[in-house]
Each structure stands twice: as structure tokens, then as C-alpha cells.
């Protein structure tokens, strides 16, 4: 601005899954789910007639699909595509994917990031459009006191670190009086910024910098219809800078007070100008900035002055690392690192192998064995854990649905691959299998003691918590008979029923099950898995097979039974509910596991449940749920987090995965 309107303008002036359920597939599913979700409760109504009309949209809740397991009728599944404009949705993805990268050590949930400008902090001579990315002026442009500014949605956040923002001016209007900057909470939106307390701003009508103050300071060139003015707030040291179409203009402010907002302020008619928060590229490289601090950072951390304590740390540090192999079951490697570093293991190597043997059973989906073994090596770890015997058992329910549980392999003709073909994983979460008998209380259905799920020979072939061949051979041959001696109601099954499995079983679903176990790649001798061009092969429910499926139903049923039975005897549990829900959603959908819930299907589910129960068989031997190590990292991050809490930028550059990796 002129000299005198600075005059002028130092006058005071007045001024954030519809929820889970089961709703009809969509079209493209076909209707193929309906029966083998409706047998698990009770048979589906007789078909209409070949002539009857289609249901008028939108069916009444009564007329929608079967429940499944006790799920009310009305219930809706995840939708299965985003709704609104596809262009929109990419580019909302992008911008997320952009700031993830650009701040990997912010929490939106605790600290958003500022992603337009707000249409409640704002002058009211301030329109926005275009997403409020746009800012025009609407004013009548006369005087100082016709100023108009706005904020962005959110403050800063210091975990940035470094934060940057570009802003294109689309037109300079009809004296190009603007200004590009920062203010705090408060401070008023009837002036431009830089004019008052915590305020700060770049100008465009004379390139002066405004810092909490009427009076500006030659700072940079001017600007105008076309170029693009960069804001950078470095949180580390608390200064600003700003770049014009790419090239820096040096340190504008310094001492710069915490959350501070981007802002934008127009004054004469015709300003129109467009804010970039990461939505495009930045024409300025603020990455290559970004990575010198981190190595300045690092360095910092690196030259910290251990002194003579160099001795004492690092056996603390040997430790730690011992005891997390020893928490995860890797049991060879403990020994050689106890060897090297002269230690001794705490946990017998007979009980590591124990634990080691059910997390490869769990990660491989076979957790009808992995809850058997688990029963047999420590009896009373189930008993004493409800919940966790549950949440085995749905689990199980879903490696059915999978085709990777031992039950429905067995059923579907699959030879069993030997439990030491699946590469060994440091967590794991297991329970007996489910009887198909119920007994009077929750432990009836977790010890299974009747002859149709305890395996008589099945013990002796377990040594250390390894099972032979064998053994794995006489539980299918056995875990077979007791799916067609002891379960009437599959034989009572009607023809209806039976012919609409077959239906499902035939056309809606490829039967090449010699290539493919769904949602386990095959093996190499090695132990590790092969990659699988999953588009070239078709995964089916149950592996394929009739047998399956119907051994499937019957076990969502005595699953339903066994949360009913812990509801009555252990109160209500959400966590429980919606796990049972999601686990039934599966059978709302033709392709599982291209379904809304289809995630449950990825073997990467697998671990939660693979360390819960890892956890659980530690306490029974007197050792920690989690390994000192583990807990020193988590202490770590809620350090980092709580110097973000306190505006401390230099947490961005600072995260425990830059020295793990």
C-alpha cells in the first residue's frame, strides 16, 4: 500500500461405513447370496412366479433380503460403490494421498489440516467458490476500511513441521491491493493481513511484508494477474517465508506465535484468487525443502551425547531385543542372538515352539487346528478367555466363507499341506474347534469334550506343539463323520434348499479348485508365499465345494448359538455384535471378497487375531502381554505426539519408522 493509506490504516476500525449389515447384492452381484445366507436361520420364502412384476422401488423393509443369523430384516449392508461424481471422489483421494505424504506425522482426527477456506471466518465483502478454493472480492473497494480477509478451516498443525500453501492470483482487480499470509483465531477479517496483532502478511501492490502492524517492510517484488504466491511456515523455528511461481523470496517473518491460520485478504473490485492446499502439485519444490530438515533433524538426534552410560544402554537395549524374539516365536534366532550377546532366554525353548507352531496354523487360515492345538497345549487359557474363544470362533467362521479353514478343505477334497509349507509369523490368536453339540454354558461350547470334536490319537501326534501329517489326515476323517453323523438338521435340509445351494454352487461360481485356495497363494518349498495374479484365477465360496458350504451354515448357526449363550451368561458386548455381523455380511454377496466387507477375507486380518492370542498364552507363563521393546516404541510415538500437542515442530522429522527402516 502507499504511504498514505498506511496512515489511513493505522486509524482504528470497527469491524469431519453406512453401518454394517446385510442389504440385497447389487445387480451386478446377481441374486446367488440369498440362500446360503438364509439357510443359516431358516429356509427362504417359495420364489414368485415367473410372471409376477418386479417389487416397486424402494421394497418395503419386510420385503428386503433374508436376515442372516439373527440380523434384523432392515438391516443395510456398505454400499458397494461411492456415491457423487467419480472426478470428485479421485480428487479427494489425491489430495489425501498428497498431504499423507507431505505430513505423514499428522493425526486428522486430533489435528486437521486446513483444506479450503472457511465460510464462517470470513468478511462478509468475501465470496468463495469452487469448492471454497476460490476467494473474489464482493465490496465496494473505496477505502482501507473496505478490506475484506478470510481464514482457512483449520489451523496450523505443528506436527507439519514444515507447512506450505500456494495461492494463483486469477485477477488483480482493479487496484491488485491483496494480501497473502497468516493470522490467529480472533484477530479481525475487516482488514488485510499483516495490519493487526498476529497477523502477518505479504502484499501485492507494493511487495511489502506486514508483520502485527499498519507499516510494512520492503520484502519482495510485486504481484499480479497470473503469478503464483507460496506461503511456508516452518514450524521448527518459527519463521515464514514465500515463493513467487516457484522461487523463494527469503525469510519474511520470524518468532511466529502456534496456530496460525492460512489467510487471504482483497480490497478492491475484481480480486479474484485461488488457493492451493495440496488439491495440485505446488510449483514451488517444497519436498526438496522438507527433506534438508529432516537430515538436520537427524543429525541433531545423532550427535546426542551418550557419555559413559554407552555400556549400560546397550545391554538394555540386547534385551529388549531378546525378549521381543522370544514374544514372536522366533526361536532359532533367540538362541543365536543370546549366544552372540551372551544372555540367556527366558521363555523354554519347548514353549516358544508351542506358540510359533499355532501363529503359523492362524496366518495360514487353518483355525479349526490352530483352536484345537491351542486346547490341547494349554487347557484352561480358553475356558478362563470367553471373549477370546469367541472371536477364534468367528474368525474360523470367516476362513470357512475363505475356503482356508481345515473343515471345508477337507470337505472340498483338498489334500492338507503341511503346517511347515506356511512361513512362520510373529503373531497369532487361536480356540478348539466348535462342537456341533451345545452344551448348558459357554464352556460347554469351548472345551468341545464330546466325540465329535475331540480326536482321540490327535494328542499323541502332538509334540511341542507340532502335529504330524497323520495326525492332520485323522482330524479331517474325523472332523468329516461328525459333519454327517451328528448334524440332523443338514439332513433335513429340503429339496428346495438344497437345490438352491447347488444353483449357487454351479452358476455362480467357477469350480477350478485345483488351482486356487482362496485367499491363500500357494507355497514355494521354501516357506514363503508365491505371488498370485489373483484377476487370472476365481475364488469360491467354501472352496467350491456343496459339502463345504452346508458345513459352513451349520457352523454360522452354532456360532449365533454360542453369542446368545455369552450374552446371557457375560452381558451385552458391542465388540462382539459387530464382529458376528460383519463375519455374516459375508454371505450377503455373491464375490465376498469384492464386497463393502470383503476386507475381513484379506489374510492380513489374520494377525490382529494372531497376536491377541499370543498375548494371552504369555500371561499364562508369567511374561508380558507385549515385549519391553514394543512398549518403548509406543512410548516413543506418545513423546512425538505430545510435542505436537505442544507446538514443538520438530516431532515431523523425528518418527521411530525413519531409524526402524
Not at 436361520?41 to 412384476?53: K, S
Not at 555400556?311 to 537395549?317: A, P, S
Request: glycine share 8%; proline share 9%.
Amino acid at each position: 500500500m502507499s504511504g498514505q493509506q498506511q496512515q489511513q490504516q493505522q486509524l482504528p476500525l470497527t469491524a469431519a461405513p453406512q453401518a454394517s449389515g446385510i442389504a440385497a447384492p447389487a445387480a451386478s452381484a446377481g441374486p446367488a447370496p440369498a440362500p446360503a445366507a438364509a439357510l443359516l436361520l431358516h429356509p427362504p420364502p417359495p420364489p414368485p412366479p415367473a410372471t409376477a412384476a418386479p417389487p416397486p422401488p424402494p421394497p418395503p423393509p419386510a420385503a428386503g433380503p433374508l436376515p442372516v443369523l439373527g440380523l434384523p430384516a432392515g438391516s443395510s449392508a456398505p454400499a458397494a460403490f461411492p456415491h457423487g461424481d467419480p472426478a470428485l471422489n479421485e480428487q479427494e483421494k489425491e489430495l489425501k494421498r498428497r498431504l499423507k505424504r507431505l505430513y505423514p506425522a499428522v493425526d486428522e482426527q486430533e489435528t486437521p489440516l486446513p483444506r479450503s477456506w472457511s465460510p464462517k471466518d470470513k468478511f462478509s465483502y468475501i465470496g468463495l467458490s469452487q469448492n471454497n478454493l476460490r476467494v473474489h472480492y464482493k465490496g465496494h473497494g473505496k477505502t482501507p476500511k473496505d478490506a475484506a480477509s478470510v481464514r482457512a478451516t483449520h489451523p496450523i498443525p505443528a506436527a507439519c513441521g514444515i507447512y506450505y500453501f500456494e495461492v494463483k492470483i486469477v485477477s488483480k482487480g482493479r487496484d491488485g491491493y491483496m494480501g497473502i499470509g497468516l493470522s490467529a483465531q480472533g484477530v479481525n477479517m475487516n482488514r488485510l493481513p499483516g495490519w493487526d496483532k498476529h497477523s502477518y502478511g505479504y502484499h501485492g501492490d507494493d511487495g511489502h511484508s506486514f508483520c502485527s502492524s499498519g507499516t510494512g517492510q520492503p520484502y519482495g517484488p510485486t504481484f499480479t494477474t497470473g503469478d503464483v504466491i507460496g506461503c511456508c511456515v516452518n514450524l521448527i523455528n518459527n519463521t515464514c517465508f514465500y515463493t513467487k511461481n516457484g522461487h523463494s523470496l527469503g525469510i519474511a517473518f520470524t518468532d511466529l506465535p502456534p496456530n496460525l491460520y492460512p489467510t487471504v485478504g482483497l480490497q478492491t473490485p475484481g480480486e479474484v484468487v485461488d488457493a492451493n492446499f495440496g488439491q495440485h502439485p505446488f510449483v514451488f519444490d517444497i519436498e526438496d525443502y522438507m527433506r534438508e530438515w529432516r537430515t538436520k533433524i537427524q543429525a541433531q538426534i545423532d550427535r546426542f551425547p551418550i557419555g559413559d552410560r554407552e555400556g549400560e544402554w546397550q545391554t538394555m537395549i540386547q534385551k529388549m531385543v531378546s525378549s521381543y524374539l522370544v514374544h514372536h516365536g522366533y526361536c532359532a534366532t533367540a538362541e543365536a542372538f543370546a549366544r552372540s550377546t551372551d544372555q540367556t532366554v527366558l521363555e523354554e525353548l519347548a514353549s516358544i515352539k508351542n506358540r510359533q507352531r499355532i501363529q503359523k496354523l492362524v496366518l495360514a487360515g487353518r483355525m479349526g487346528e490352530a483352536i484345537e492345538t491351542t486346547q490341547q497345549l494349554y487347557p484352561s487359557l480358553l475356558e478362563r478367555n470367553p471373549n477370546l474363544l469367541f472371536a477364534l470362533k468367528v474368525r474360523q467362521f470367516i476362513e470357512m466363507v475363505n475356503g482356508t479353514d481345515s473343515e471345508v478343505r477337507c470337505l472340498g477334497g483338498h489334500s492338507p499341506k503341511s503346517q511347515d509349507s506356511y512361513p512362520v509369523s510373529p503373531r497369532s490368536f487361536s480356540s478348539p474347534s466348535m462342537s456341533p453339540n451345545h452344551g448348558m454354558n459357554i464352556h460347554s461350547l469351548a472345551v468341545s469334550k464330546g466325540s465329535s470334536t475331540h480326536f482321540s490319537g490327535f494328542e499323541n501326534s502332538c509334540s511341542n506343539g507340532v502335529i504330524s501329517n497323520k495326525a492332520y489326515q485323522s482330524y479331517c476323517h474325523i472332523k468329516h463323520q461328525s459333519t454327517n453323523l451328528n448334524v440332523p438338521e443338514l439332513n433335513n435340509i429340503n429339496v428346495s434348499r438344497s437345490q438352491q445351494v447347488n444353483s449357487y454352487t454351479s452358476s455362480d461360481v467357477d469350480m477350478e479348485t485345483d488351482h486356487y485356495s482362496n485367499g491363500v497363494a500357494e507355497t514355494s518349498s521354501n516357506g514363503f508365499l508365491n505371488e498370485v495374479d489373483s484377476s487370472q484365477l476365481r475364488r469360491q465360496l467354501c472352496g467350491g465345494s456343496q459339502a463345504a458350504i452346508e458345513r459352513m451354515i451349520h457352523f454360522g448357526r452354532e456360532l449365533q448359538a454360542m453369542s446368545e449363550q455369552l450374552r446371557r451368561e457375560c452381558g451385552k458386548n458391542t465388540t462382539n455384535k459387530k464382529m458376528l455381523k460383519d463375519a455374516f455380511s459375508l454371505l450377503a454377496y455373491s464375490d465376498p471378497w469384492s464386497s463393502p466387507v470383503g476386507n475381513q477375507l484379506d489374510p492380513i486380518q489374520r494377525e490382529p487375531v494372531c497376536s491377541v492370542l499370543n498375548s494371552a498364552i504369555l500371561e499364562t507363563h508369567n511374561l508380558p502381554k507385549q515385549p519391553p521393546l514394543a512398549l518403548a516404541m509406543g512410548q516413543a510415538s506418545q513423546c512425538l505426539g505430545l510435542m505436537a500437542r505442544s507446538g514443538i515442530g520438530s516431532c515431523a522429522f523425528a518418527t521411530v519408522e525413519d531409524y526402524l527402516h
